[in-house]
């Protein structure tokens, strides 16, 4: 599957000052309007566990744990709390470990002490990864394709790709875009036509100034859900490579 979003500077400034920051403490939630997205993610060096809480959805309030609630992860025979962490609008909470190894497991429990239970997820990484091509600062004619390579495939696991853009516009603004391969078979490569993206079909772009395009490659794993979550909650461990500053000519 394929995704495309893209915004102009202005208007994505003027978006995120319309969003909400609400924050409602978990004392004053019942557990089954707790949705959670429970996620652990290794660039290769470490691992992170990271835990977001909203109210009855995706896009409710943000839940703030009270001193009676906690979060807690468990990697071999480590257990760390989880601690919050803030930024913008958005409220976590994150543990670092360093474990990042294929199969790793990890065990998330949310305690709550009033209503006396415990949700537990179970996340297992998959294998590390390198991209292998393109490479940094690689330039590309709008008109080729982009050969995405990387290691120690055939793991039957899936990856997302996701590819983000900077673009000059012709009065100057600047355009950002994203578009993201979902799902795909983890065989070692990736063929991307870019000119079938949208993100450069605009007639609005300066064709004299060249693009810049970063690559997102994420194999992955969902986790389990406890089921006293909210439904649509969300649990998954990937493995993430990123590469910056690929060139993309227009013209």
């Known amino acids: 599957m394929r995704r495309l979003c893209y915004f102009i500077l202005p208007f994505a400034l003027s978006a995120l000052s319309g969003c909400s920051s609400e924050t409602t403490e ?86 709550r002490s009033e209503d006396n239970i415990t949700l537990t997820n179970t996340l297992t990484l998959p294998a590390p990864f390198e991209i292998l091509a393109p490479q940094t600062n690689q330039s590309f004619s709008k008109e080729e394709q982009l050969v995405i390579e990387w290691s120690n495939f055939n793991s039957g696991d899936k990856l997302d790709v996701k590819l983000s853009s900077t673009c000059k516009l012709k009065d100057g603004a600047t355009q950002f875009n994203n578009e993201s391969f979902d799902n795909i078979t983890d065989d070692g490569k990736l063929t991307i036509d870019l000119d079938a ?35 649509g909650s969300k649990s998954r461990a990937s493995q993430q490579r990123r590469l910056k500053d690929i060139i993309v000519t227009l013209r």
Do not use: P
């Open 26 to 111: 978990s004392d004053n939630v019942k557990t089954q309007a707790i949705w959670s997205n429970i996620y652990v993610t290794s660039g290769g060096e470490d691992s992170r566990v990271i835990a977001e809480l909203n109210l009855s959805g995706e896009f409710g309030n943000n839940i703030s744990l009270s001193s009676s609630d906690t979060l807690e992860a468990t990697v071999a025979n480590d257990t760390k709390t989880l601690e919050k962490h803030t930024e913008v609008f958005d409220v976590d909470y994150r543990a670092v470990f360093e474990q990042f190894n294929e199969n790793t497991e990890y065990t998330v429990k949310f305690v």
């Open 197 to 231: 993206l949208d993100m450069f079909k605009d007639e609005n772009l300066n064709t004299r100034q060249d693009c810049t395009v970063d690559l997102l490659v994420e194999r992955f794993r969902l986790g389990n859900v406890d089921s006293n979550y909210a439904t």
